[in-house]
């Protein structure tokens, strides 16, 4: 006989309502993910971003980004908005041991921490990932552009970055020793 319990992780397990409730009560743990383009010696030679419209109107550069739902593996979260933002194909290549490279707080007040999220307190788990596949972003991007760490650097890039991603690409950068 079975102790396993089915959690339900493929399922939306809270009602937009107890959602917004518990976003205004407890930190919400979400993944950070870099994917990133690299070279046979590991060196990273190019940053994928992602472009969406944001709920404000606007338009910005971002990084894969998602919650951890309850009974998931951080591993199975990091694929699993990988490959909603990436496609299927675009073959993440997560390590053995999924430690992340730093941990972000994100508060609706951004002159708390400069990680912003204005619906919630999120602790979230920073990675870089190698990919291998060719990724396609997915109907809520609106395009995903691979650019090389001084691109990813320049003032332009960097404006059209909001919530404080810039900031968590840089310590990507910085983490992989490729910040120029």
Same mark, same amino acid.
Not at 49 to 61: K, N, V, W
């Given at each position: 006989? !079975?102790? !396993?319990?089915?959690?339900?992780?493929?399922?939306?397990?809270? /009602?937009?309502?107890?959602?917004?409730?518990?976003?205004?009560?407890?930190?919400?743990?979400? $993944?950070? @993910? *870099?994917? $990133?383009?690299?070279?046979?010696?590991?060196? $990273?030679?190019?940053?994928? &971003?992602?472009?969406?419209?944001?709920?404000?109107?606007?338009? /910005?550069? =971002? &990084?894969?980004?998602?919650?951890?739902?309850?009974?998931?593996?951080?591993?199975?979260? #990091?694929?699993?908005? #990988?490959?909603?933002?990436?496609?299927?194909? @675009?073959?993440?290549?997560?390590? =053995?041991?999924?430690?992340?490279?730093?941990?972000?707080?994100?508060?609706?007040?951004?002159?708390?921490?400069?990680?912003?999220?204005?619906?919630?307190? =999120?602790?979230?788990?920073?990675?870089?990932?190698?990919?291998?596949?060719?990724?396609?972003?997915?109907?809520?991007?609106?395009?995903?552009?691979? *650019?090389?760490?001084?691109?990813?650097? /320049?003032?332009?890039?960097? @404006?059209?970055?909001?919530?404080?991603?810039?900031?968590?690409?840089? &310590?990507? &950068?910085?983490?992989?020793?490729?910040?120029?």
């Amino acid at each position: 006989m !079975s102790d !396993s319990i089915d959690v339900g992780t493929e399922v939306n397990w809270l /009602s937009t309502d107890d959602l917004e409730t518990v976003r205004g009560r407890v930190p919400m743990v979400y $993944v950070d @993910a *870099v994917p $990133v383009r690299v070279d046979s010696t590991g060196e $990273v030679t190019h940053i994928g &971003l992602l472009l969406r419209a944001m709920p404000d109107g606007t338009i /910005s550069r =971002a &990084l894969v980004t998602g919650r951890v739902l309850f009974g998931e593996r951080i591993r199975h979260a #990091l694929l699993r908005h #990988l490959e909603k933002d990436l496609g299927p194909i @675009a073959l993440p290549r997560l390590p =053995a041991n999924p430690t992340p490279f730093t941990v972000a707080e994100y508060f609706p007040d951004p002159s708390l921490s400069g990680y912003h999220d204005p619906r919630q307190h =999120a602790v979230s788990l920073a990675y870089v990932v190698p990919i291998d596949g060719e990724p396609s972003p997915s109907p809520d991007a609106l395009d995903l552009t691979w *650019v090389t760490p001084k691109e990813a650097m /320049s003032p332009e890039v960097i @404006a059209e970055m909001t919530g404080g991603h810039d900031r968590l690409l840089r &310590l990507a &950068l910085g983490h992989t020793g490729q910040l120029p």
